[in-house]
Structure formats: structure tokens, C-alpha cells
């Protein structure tokens, strides 16, 4: 991924221009950087929403667009107002990469169920190509001092965690590895190259000063585990709880 230089995480409108043709695209953020950075991947990914811009983007490259500030907008309530300015005087649906003549802000807007259920089933239905771009742009990304500070001592809320772990259980209660995924895996597994030794001293240091895990801990974690085998073989766990201990994470005889 190539480098770009910092700017600032102001709300305000932008501008994507190409350098070729003197086409522009203009939006508003809130977190301009963060709007800049989703832009980009998306495009080089291939799966921008913007088709014009996509398509521009495709045959130009990354190089012969710029990414720039117009106006900075303290207060988020006018950034549509002053998006549809600059869309206006910059004629940006007749003569740029703009698609609506209105401008519009997706501040606050959710996605009804439908829209999630293709969303979900887009992402796990990806093809191969798109995978294949989205990984080629996230090579290489450099993990900075500041990204790994941000996300330190960072927690889930209690109400994301419910939701991650539901969506999770219901996940594994239907799916179920192909015998190629198996495979690939498996693959994987056997060409994965030996862990240099300033890995193994990393891992060694990290273990080393590692607080113990207390039995409540344990316990739950075993009880986790066990409803997992319970679920995937059909036994209600208080019947499954009392096999013999050697049968607690297989598959059992139908």
C-alpha cells in the first residue's frame, strides 16, 4: 500500500481530482482523513459505490488522482449545504464524477434488513478477483506507533460483544467446511514457513509475563467449549456433559 501523507481528521468537503482530464468527485466528511482512506481502498479494491470514478480510476490509476481539502466545516449540520456549493460551481454531475445533483449526507442512516442480508451474502459470496484486489491493497500496510497506541486498552462494549457472539453461534450452527476448504487449510498449514527466532523470543515475552488464568476463567471456558460440541453434535449439554471425557470433542455416532 503506498504511503500518503497525513491530513487533518476536521469535517469538511473534498475534492477528488484526476490530474489527466481535470475531472472532480466533491463529498463531505466528518473525519476527512478517515473518508479519504475508505475512498482509496474502495478503488483499489475495485468496489467503489461511484461507477464513474471507478471506471476513471481503473483506467488512469491511483497516480493521476489527488486527494484535497476545499473547505474546512466546523459545524457537521452545514456540510450537506456547503457540499451542494461546491458540486454547483464546480459542475461536478455535468462536467465531473458526481452522480447526484443533490448533495446528500449518510450522517445517521441504517440499512434496512434486506440491505444487510445482501450486504452479508456479497461478502461471503466475494469473487475471487475482488478478494484478490482487497488483498493486494492491504499488503504491506505499515502498523504505526500511533495506530497501535490507538488501539490499545480499546474494548468492545457489552452490547457489541452480545452481538458478536450470537452472530457468531448462529453461524456455527449452520456451517460447515468444504472438504476444499479443509484442504486449503490444511495446505496451508503444511508450507507455513518456521518462525524466526525473533518471533520465538517475541511469543517467549509476551507468555513470560503473562497474568495466570484464574479457574472461573477455565471453567468458563470449558463450559464454552463444551456447549460448541454439544450444539454441533444435537446433545443437550446436560446429557452431553456426562460422556466420557475422551468423547467431549469429536463428533459422536449418529
Known amino acids: 500500500m503506498k504511503s500518503r501523507p497525513s491530513i ?8 477528488i481530482k484526476n ?6 468527485y466533491i463529498g463531505s466528511a466528518i473525519n476527512l482523513q478517515k473518508r479519504r482512506n475508505e475512498h482509496y481502498r474502495r478503488l483499489n479494491a475495485g468496489i467503489h459505490a461511484n461507477r464513474r470514478l ?7 490509476g491511483e497516480a493521476a488522482f489527488v486527494f484535497s481539502i476545499i473547505e474546512l466545516v466546523n459545524d457537521v449540520s452545514c456540510l450537506v449545504e456547503r457540499e451542494q456549493f461546491w458540486i454547483d460551481s464546480l459542475e461536478a454531475v455535468r462536467s465531473g464524477y458526481n452522480i ?3 448533495a446528500g449526507s449518510q450522517l445517521g442512516m441504517k440499512h434496512t434488513a434486506e440491505a444487510r442480508a445482501k450486504i452479508s451474502a456479497w461478502g461471503f459470496n466475494m469473487p475471487a478477483e475482488t ?3 482487497i488483498s493486494a491493497a492491504g499488503k504491506g500496510r ?4 500511533a495506530m497501535r497506541e490507538k488501539r490499545t486498552g480499546w474494548k468492545h462494549t457489552d452490547e457489541a460483544k452480545a452481538k458478536m457472539s450470537a452472530a457468531i453461534k448462529a453461524h456455527n450452527a449452520t456451517h460447515e467446511r468444504s472438504p476444499e476448504s479443509i484442504a486449503r487449510f490444511c495446505e ?8 524466526t527466532e525473533e518471533t520465538k523470543a517475541k511469543m517467549r515475552a509476551s507468555h513470560a509475563n503473562r497474568q495466570p488464568i484464574s479457574p472461573e476463567t477455565r471453567a468458563k471456558r470449558s463450559e464454552t467449549l463444551l456447549r460448541f460440541y454439544a450444539a454441533k453434535n444435537g446433545v443437550p449439554y446436560e446429557v452431553y ?4 471425557r475422551r468423547d467431549h470433542h469429536r463428533r459422536l455416532a449418529a
Do not use: D
Request: hydrophobic letters at 25%.
Open 8 to 15: 487533518t481528521k476536521e469535517s469538511g468537503i473534498y475534492c
Open 19 to 24: 490530474k489527466v482530464n481535470g475531472k472532480v
Open 54 to 60: 471507478q471506471h476513471s480510476w481503473n483506467k488512469y
Open 100 to 102: 447526484s445533483p443533490r
Open 131 to 133: 478478494r484478490a484486489k
Open 142 to 145: 505499515p502498523w504505526t506507533p
Open 188 to 195: 496451508a498449514r503444511r508450507n507455513r514457513p518456521p518462525m
Open 241 to 244: 456433559v456426562l460422556q466420557p
